[in-house]
C-alpha cells in the first residue's frame, strides 16, 4: 500500500533553535518528493520537489534530503523563527497508468516559542 | 498577479442538504485539482480536471462531483451532506496535467462545517 508516515506528528522548540523532521514512505514506483508548509486554515505552499537523484535540497532556512533507497527523507529547519509555526507535510508522488498522484503524509505540526 | 481563490471562505450546512464550492485558477493555468482535509490530516485527492475534462478522481463516492469550465475555473458540488464530510476543500491550479515537473499552487481553501 502506498503510505507515508511523518514524525513526530507535533514539535514545540524555542525560537532561534534548529529541528529535523521526518518522513518515510512506501510508495511505489517514486516519482518524486515535495515538502510542503501549512499554516492553520490556509493552503499549503511548496518548500522543495525532489526527485529520486537528489539528495539534499535547500530554500532559505529549510533543507530537505532524501534516501530513495532507504525511502526516507527528512526538513531541517535552521535557526527556527516564530513564523515557522506550522504543519509540514511531505507528499510524495508517482505515476501509474499514465496518472500522476500525490500521496500526502498526515503532517508535523511545528510550534515555535519565543 | 492573484493567486488561486476559492468561495466561500467558510461554510455551515445541515446533513441532507447539498453544497458547491468554487475555484478560481491563477490566470494561465489550465489545470485544477481538489482536496479534502481532515482536521489533523494530510489532504486527500479528490478530482484533477484539465481542459475541462476529468483527468483523475480519488476515493470518494458519487456524492461528490466536479466540473471546469471553458475559462478554467471550476465548481465541486457534494449532495446529501454527512457530518464526516466536515473539512477544509483545497483547490490547486497548474499550468497543465499534474506531473512530475509541475507544480501546484493551493488556495486558502473552504472550511465546510456539516451540523
Known amino acids: 500500500k502506498n503510505q507515508v508516515e511523518q514524525s513526530p506528528q507535533s514539535l514545540i522548540i524555542l525560537e532561534g533553535k534548529n529541528c529535523t523532521l521526518q518522513c518515510n514512505y512506501t510508495v511505489s514506483p517514486f516519482s518524486n518528493l515535495r515538502w510542503y508548509k501549512q499554516d492553520t486554515g490556509r493552503g499549503p505552499v511548496s518548500l522543495t520537489i525532489m526527485t529520486f537523484s537528489e539528495n539534499t535540497k535547500s530554500n532559505g532556512r529549510y533543507t530537505a534530503t532524501l534516501d530513495a533507497d532507504t525511502k526516507q527523507s527528512s526538513l531541517h529547519i535552521t535557526a527556527s523563527q516564530l513564523s515557522d509555526s506550522a504543519s509540514y507535510i511531505c507528499v510524495v508522488s508517482l505515476t501509474l497508468d499514465s496518472n500522476y498522484q500525490l500521496i500526502w503524509g498526515a503532517g508535523t505540526k511545528l510550534i515555535i516559542k519565543p | 498577479d492573484a493567486g488561486v481563490t476559492q468561495s466561500p471562505t467558510h461554510l455551515i450546512k445541515t446533513r441532507g442538504q447539498q453544497v458547491t464550492l468554487r475555484c478560481s485558477p491563477i490566470?494561465?493555468?489550465?489545470?485544477v485539482s481538489w482536496y479534502q482535509q481532515v482536521l489533523g490530516q494530510g489532504p486527500q485527492f479528490i478530482f484533477q480536471?484539465?481542459?475541462?475534462?476529468?483527468?483523475g478522481r480519488g476515493n470518494f463516492p458519487d456524492r461528490f462531483s466536479a466540473r471546469q469550465f471553458p475559462n478554467y475555473s471550476s465548481e465541486l458540488n457534494v449532495n446529501a451532506l454527512l457530518l464526516g464530510d466536515s473539512a477544509l476543500y483545497l483547490c490547486?491550479?497548474?499550468?497543465?496535467?499534474?506531473?512530475?515537473?509541475?507544480?501546484?499552487?493551493f488556495g486558502q481553501g473552504t472550511r465546510l462545517t456539516v451540523v
Open positions: 490566470s494561465g493555468h489550465k489545470s
Open positions: 480536471y484539465y481542459e475541462k475534462e476529468e483527468r
Open positions: 490547486a491550479s497548474s499550468t497543465s496535467r499534474l506531473n512530475k515537473n509541475t507544480e501546484a499552487f
